[in-house]
């Protein structure tokens, strides 16, 4: 590219008070590149959806950027083309954080007055991507990601249609595990808002300091270290809908703000007397009691009345009944075909077990539980002794039933569980019985899960994956 194209390009969008800051305005991501598809300029919006720095992409191909599978697949760009029409299509991208990001992408090129093309303006929008659990099995029973038949979800379910219909504000509450966030995406996707983003925010997860600009953004030189404006969370969600959760952690600083933007739809950056209206619905959730945090004085009461318009509880798993065995053949499914096992179902004591349970952390805790039983469980059926032992320690199951519980650890499938052996038994152990009680600790605490476990014991996949392959483990 001739250099003097470059610097009128640059120029063209770079250019103070004109289209630099008009792009960190948008909602919807942004890059200028070169003919060759090398990055001029990416702006805020961009970097919030790939997670990448724009001081550190410029130069690069876009490919390396964005990692869109797109790229290497039709992209114009990426094969040279100089003359091509504008195309949208959908795709995939991966993030910094190496999540996979349904995305709508527009590569459209730029032509100055000759007719002569100068470079390249591509944008992202994130879109609604598949369920990850949707389950044909579940039919009737399921809604999206949130599957039950017992009356309180029945409920909840034929709530969701309304609801979804109007832009009020949405409080969804109840214990942790019941499936607040899977609720508040299933009513974005069943709104007229479904083609916009939908924007997770959770307050307890911010410190204090960070959490205005990341809401509300900030504009460049509000403070030290701020060399650029920030869209912050409320503009990305421009078009769609915003949810916070864990909202009984948000600093009373900001609850007052937050009732000012329920109030007019406008954001005021940090450091910026400039409003933006955001068209965004605000959907939160919280497991706490905001009505005695309110008594306490630690949250603002006319904020609750202002969230508080539709109101939707999720009951917690043990009052669910029938929803128990409902989801755990639902997980089942969806763990055996991800592990590729041939698990048919569960025996009748490990059903009992699983419905006598009472489930303190919920879906979450059950969905937890069925992944632990399906990578330990090379049967046909899981049985009790593929389940973690807490679960043992917490029901009462009859001596006679008793069934698999224990067996002396049977090679090559180890038991969930290894207790403290005594002192008569350590005697004589070898420094392989030691190790593999070690690993079978760790999977313990890490609910299965490998990566976890390795971090337990301080050792890397690879060094775990290598042990349990030697003990027979996998």
């Excluded at 290497?72 to 100089?82: I, N, Y």
């Excluded at 990341?214 to 504009?219: I, K, P, R, T, V």
């Excluded at 400039?274 to 006319?302: P, Y």
Aim: proline content about 7%; aromatic content about 8%; charged content about 25%.
């Amino acid at each position: 590219m001739p250099e003097v194209d470059r610097e009128r390009l640059i120029q063209f969008f770079t250019q103070p008070g004109t289209l630099s800051g008009l792009l960190d305005e948008l909602p919807i991501g942004v890059a200028v590149l070169e003919r060759d598809g090398s990055i001029l300029l990416v702006n805020g919006a961009y970097e919030s959806l790939t997670g990448v720095d724009r001081a550190r992409v410029t130069g690069l191909r876009c490919l390396h950027s964005l990692r869109c599978d797109f790229c290497t697949r039709d992209c114009p760009v990426f094969a040279g083309r100089s003359d091509f029409p504008i195309q949208q299509v959908k795709g995939n991208i991966i993030n910094r954080e190496r999540k996979k990001v349904p995305v709508r992408l527009t590569v459209a090129p730029v032509f100055d007055e000759a007719g002569e093309q100068v470079g390249v303006v591509e944008t992202v929008t994130p879109v609604s991507g598949p369920d990850d659990y949707d389950d044909p099995e579940a039919g009737s029973y399921s809604f999206g990601k949130l599957v039950g038949k017992s009356p309180q979800m029945d409920k909840v379910f034929r709530m969701v249609p309304s609801v979804a219909q109007t832009d009020s504000s949405v409080l969804i509450t109840g214990e942790t595990g019941t499936g607040k966030d899977a609720l508040a995406e299933q009513i974005h996707r069943a709104s007229d808002r479904a083609d916009g983003p939908f924007v997770k925010v959770n307050c307890g997860a911010l410190p204090d300091t960070l959490m205005e600009s990341e809401l509300f953004g900030h504009a460049k030189g509000a403070f030290t270290g701020a060399d650029q404006n920030k869209p912050g969370r409320f503009r990305l969600a421009h078009g769609g809908s915003l949810f916070l959760t864990e909202i009984g952690d948000l600093p009373l600083n900001l609850q007052v703000k937050l009732l000012s933007f329920l109030d007019d739809k406008t954001i005021y950056p940090l450091g910026s007397a400039k409003g933006f209206h955001a068209d965004v619905r605000v959907i939160v959730a919280t497991h706490r009691n905001l009505e005695a945090m309110v008594r306490a004085n630690q949250f603002r009461q006319d904020l609750l009345f202002r969230l508080n318009v539709i109101r939707i509880h999720l009951p917690p798993l043990r009052e669910r009944g029938v929803d128990i065995t409902l989801l755990q053949d639902h997980f089942l499914r969806d763990f055996r075909n991800r592990f590729n096992k041939k698990i048919v179902g569960f025996t009748r004591n490990a059903t009992d077990l699983l419905g006598e349970y009472h489930y303190p952390g919920n879906v979450r805790e059950l969905r937890n539980i069925i992944e632990y039983a399906v990578n330990f469980c090379n049967d046909k059926r899981i049985h009790l002794r593929h389940l973690p032992a807490y679960l043992h320690q917490v029901s009462a199951v009859p001596a006679q039933e008793a069934e698999a519980l224990p067996a002396p650890a049977p090679a090559p499938v180890p038991p969930p569980t290894v207790p403290e052996a005594p002192a008569a038994a350590r005697a004589s152990e070898t420094w392989e019985d030691v190790e593999r009680r070690m690993i079978l600790d760790a999977l313990v605490k890490a609910h299965g899960r490998r990566g976890r476990a390795a971090e337990i014991l301080g050792w890397g996949r690879s060094t775990l994956w290598r042990r349990m392959k030697r003990y027979g483990m996998e």
